[in-house]
Protein backbone atom coordinates (compact mmCIF):
# COMPACT_ATOMS: atom_id res chain seq x y z
CA UNK A 1 0.00 0.00 0.00
CA UNK A 2 1.27 3.30 -0.76
CA UNK A 3 1.67 6.18 1.58
CA UNK A 4 -0.33 9.67 1.50
CA UNK A 5 1.09 12.88 1.16
CA UNK A 6 0.25 16.06 3.10
CA UNK A 7 -2.15 16.75 0.81
CA UNK A 8 -3.85 13.66 0.13
CA UNK A 9 -2.20 12.65 -3.05
CA UNK A 10 -1.34 9.04 -2.69
CA UNK A 11 2.36 8.31 -2.63
CA UNK A 12 4.04 5.41 -4.05
CA UNK A 13 5.85 3.43 -0.70
CA UNK A 14 9.83 3.52 -1.20
CA UNK A 15 10.47 -0.29 -0.78
CA UNK A 16 7.30 -2.82 0.09
CA UNK A 17 8.11 -4.86 2.81
CA UNK A 18 11.69 -3.51 4.15
CA UNK A 19 12.15 -0.95 6.38
CA UNK A 20 14.46 2.50 5.07
CA UNK A 21 18.52 1.71 6.24
CA UNK A 22 18.98 4.39 9.11
CA UNK A 23 22.58 3.81 9.99
CA UNK A 24 25.86 4.09 8.16
CA UNK A 25 26.63 0.66 8.31
CA UNK A 26 23.52 -1.03 6.67
CA UNK A 27 23.38 1.69 3.93
CA UNK A 28 27.12 0.18 3.65
CA UNK A 29 25.39 -3.12 3.35
CA UNK A 30 23.15 -2.30 0.91
CA UNK A 31 26.16 -0.66 -1.88
CA UNK A 32 28.41 -3.85 -1.22
CA UNK A 33 25.31 -6.33 -2.32
CA UNK A 34 25.06 -4.13 -4.65
CA UNK A 35 28.62 -3.64 -5.99
CA UNK A 36 29.08 -7.50 -5.38
CA UNK A 37 26.06 -8.67 -7.65
CA UNK A 38 25.55 -5.93 -10.42
CA UNK A 39 29.00 -4.87 -10.45
CA UNK A 40 31.06 -1.24 -9.00
CA UNK A 41 30.84 0.86 -12.05
CA UNK A 42 27.05 -0.25 -12.96
CA UNK A 43 25.73 0.64 -9.56
CA UNK A 44 24.70 4.06 -9.19
CA UNK A 45 23.89 6.28 -6.13
CA UNK A 46 20.29 6.64 -7.32
CA UNK A 47 20.27 2.43 -7.13
CA UNK A 48 21.79 2.18 -3.48
CA UNK A 49 19.47 4.91 -2.28
CA UNK A 50 16.19 3.07 -3.99
CA UNK A 51 17.73 -0.24 -2.81
CA UNK A 52 18.10 1.51 0.79
CA UNK A 53 14.69 2.74 0.73
CA UNK A 54 15.76 6.19 1.38
CA UNK A 55 16.17 9.24 -0.93
CA UNK A 56 19.35 10.23 -2.76
CA UNK A 57 19.80 13.36 -0.90
CA UNK A 58 19.81 11.29 2.92
CA UNK A 59 22.56 9.00 1.18
CA UNK A 60 24.71 11.68 0.97
CA UNK A 61 24.40 12.66 4.78
CA UNK A 62 26.11 9.31 5.48
CA UNK A 63 28.56 9.31 2.66
CA UNK A 64 30.20 12.47 0.60
CA UNK A 65 30.42 9.82 -2.43
CA UNK A 66 29.31 6.44 -3.50
CA UNK A 67 33.25 5.10 -3.71
CA UNK A 68 32.71 5.95 0.42
CA UNK A 69 29.86 3.47 0.54
CA UNK A 70 31.76 0.09 1.32
CA UNK A 71 34.24 1.86 3.80
CA UNK A 72 31.49 1.90 6.19
CA UNK A 73 32.06 3.77 9.51
CA UNK A 74 35.80 4.02 8.80
CA UNK A 75 36.09 7.74 10.13
CA UNK A 76 34.44 6.89 13.35
CA UNK A 77 36.88 3.39 13.72
CA UNK A 78 39.93 5.68 12.42
CA UNK A 79 38.54 8.18 15.56
CA UNK A 80 38.56 5.92 17.83
CA UNK A 81 42.04 4.46 16.59
CA UNK A 82 43.90 7.70 17.15
CA UNK A 83 41.86 8.19 20.91
CA UNK A 84 43.29 5.13 21.93
CA UNK A 85 46.86 5.66 20.80
CA UNK A 86 46.84 8.63 22.91
CA UNK A 87 45.58 7.20 25.35
CA UNK A 88 48.87 4.97 25.67
CA UNK A 89 51.09 5.51 28.18
CA UNK A 90 54.35 6.94 26.94
CA UNK A 91 56.48 4.05 28.64
CA UNK A 92 54.34 1.08 26.62
CA UNK A 93 56.98 -0.31 24.32
CA UNK A 94 55.89 1.53 20.97
CA UNK A 95 55.63 -1.28 18.72
CA UNK A 96 53.36 -3.21 21.37
CA UNK A 97 51.03 -0.37 21.56
CA UNK A 98 50.92 -0.70 17.83
CA UNK A 99 50.50 -4.13 17.42
CA UNK A 100 47.34 -3.83 19.90
CA UNK A 101 46.29 -0.71 17.96
CA UNK A 102 46.08 -2.61 14.82
CA UNK A 103 44.48 -5.32 15.46
CA UNK A 104 42.10 -3.86 17.81
CA UNK A 105 41.38 -1.25 14.65
CA UNK A 106 40.71 -4.63 12.56
CA UNK A 107 38.54 -6.58 15.26
CA UNK A 108 35.20 -7.68 13.47
CA UNK A 109 32.09 -8.90 15.70
CA UNK A 110 30.83 -11.70 13.92
CA UNK A 111 27.94 -10.71 12.96
CA UNK A 112 29.98 -8.35 10.60
CA UNK A 113 32.17 -11.09 9.50
CA UNK A 114 30.07 -11.76 5.97
CA UNK A 115 29.85 -7.96 5.59
CA UNK A 116 33.71 -7.61 5.96
CA UNK A 117 34.70 -10.43 3.49
CA UNK A 118 32.68 -8.48 0.79
CA UNK A 119 33.70 -5.26 1.47
CA UNK A 120 37.46 -6.24 1.66
CA UNK A 121 37.20 -7.90 -2.05
CA UNK A 122 35.56 -4.95 -2.91
CA UNK A 123 38.37 -2.77 -1.85
CA UNK A 124 41.32 -4.55 -3.00
CA UNK A 125 40.25 -5.97 -5.80
CA UNK A 126 37.97 -3.71 -8.19
CA UNK A 127 40.23 -0.90 -9.94
CA UNK A 128 37.90 1.47 -9.78
CA UNK A 129 38.22 1.56 -5.86
CA UNK A 130 41.53 0.60 -5.32
CA UNK A 131 41.96 4.30 -6.75
CA UNK A 132 39.78 5.49 -3.81
CA UNK A 133 41.40 3.53 -1.53
CA UNK A 134 44.57 5.25 -1.91
CA UNK A 135 43.18 7.91 0.02
CA UNK A 136 41.77 5.70 3.08
CA UNK A 137 44.81 4.21 3.32
CA UNK A 138 46.93 7.68 4.04
CA UNK A 139 44.67 8.95 6.45
CA UNK A 140 45.35 5.63 7.92
CA UNK A 141 49.09 6.08 8.11
CA UNK A 142 48.64 9.37 9.31
CA UNK A 143 47.38 8.25 12.12
CA UNK A 144 49.84 5.99 12.89
CA UNK A 145 52.71 8.30 11.60
CA UNK A 146 51.52 11.23 14.08
CA UNK A 147 51.40 8.85 17.27
CA UNK A 148 54.98 7.26 15.83
CA UNK A 149 56.74 11.30 15.37
CA UNK A 150 55.18 12.41 18.77
CA UNK A 151 56.50 8.89 20.41
CA UNK A 152 60.04 9.58 18.82
CA UNK A 153 60.23 13.63 19.04
CA UNK A 154 59.77 14.10 15.05
CA UNK A 155 57.82 15.04 12.50
CA UNK A 156 55.33 13.14 11.18
CA UNK A 157 56.64 13.21 7.65
CA UNK A 158 60.23 12.33 8.72
CA UNK A 159 61.48 9.05 7.21
CA UNK A 160 60.93 6.72 10.50
CA UNK A 161 57.36 7.81 11.52
CA UNK A 162 56.58 6.82 7.68
CA UNK A 163 58.37 3.93 6.94
CA UNK A 164 56.39 1.86 10.19
CA UNK A 165 53.26 3.58 8.87
CA UNK A 166 53.69 1.95 5.71
CA UNK A 167 55.04 -1.52 7.38
CA UNK A 168 52.63 -1.87 9.50
CA UNK A 169 49.86 -1.22 6.30
CA UNK A 170 51.39 -3.58 4.66
CA UNK A 171 51.16 -5.80 7.23
CA UNK A 172 47.87 -5.26 7.80
CA UNK A 173 47.05 -5.75 3.88
CA UNK A 174 48.94 -8.83 3.34
CA UNK A 175 46.79 -10.44 6.23
CA UNK A 176 43.67 -9.48 4.96
CA UNK A 177 44.64 -10.84 1.27
CA UNK A 178 45.28 -14.32 3.05
CA UNK A 179 42.35 -14.33 5.05
CA UNK A 180 40.05 -13.85 1.75
CA UNK A 181 42.11 -17.03 -0.15
CA UNK A 182 40.70 -18.75 2.74
CA UNK A 183 36.84 -19.02 4.16
CA UNK A 184 38.48 -20.85 7.05
CA UNK A 185 41.19 -18.43 7.91
CA UNK A 186 41.33 -16.34 10.76
CA UNK A 187 41.89 -12.33 10.11
CA UNK A 188 43.11 -11.81 13.91
CA UNK A 189 45.71 -14.70 13.69
CA UNK A 190 46.90 -13.44 10.12
CA UNK A 191 47.31 -9.67 11.66
CA UNK A 192 49.47 -11.12 14.67
CA UNK A 193 51.26 -13.15 12.66
CA UNK A 194 52.75 -10.39 10.35
CA UNK A 195 52.73 -7.59 13.05
CA UNK A 196 54.83 -10.40 15.02
CA UNK A 197 57.12 -10.18 12.27
CA UNK A 198 57.64 -6.96 12.10
CA UNK A 199 58.52 -7.06 15.93
CA UNK A 200 61.40 -9.64 15.28
CA UNK A 201 62.44 -8.29 12.28
CA UNK A 202 61.16 -11.14 10.11
CA UNK A 203 63.46 -13.60 12.00
CA UNK A 204 61.03 -16.54 10.64
CA UNK A 205 61.13 -20.09 12.54
Not at 7 to 19: E, F, W
Not at 34 to 45: H, K
Not at 148 to 159: E, I, N, S, Y
Amino acid sequence: MGSTSTNGAARPATRLGRRPATTAAELSHVAIRLFRDRGYEATTVDDIAAAAGIGRRTFFRYFPSKSDAPWGDFDRRLAQLRDFLRRQPPSAPLLDVLRTAVLEFNRVPPEEVHWHRERMRLLLYVPALQAHSILRYAAWRDVIAEYVADRLGLDRDDHPPQALAWALLGAAISAYEQWLRRDDADLAELLDEGLRMLRTGFALG
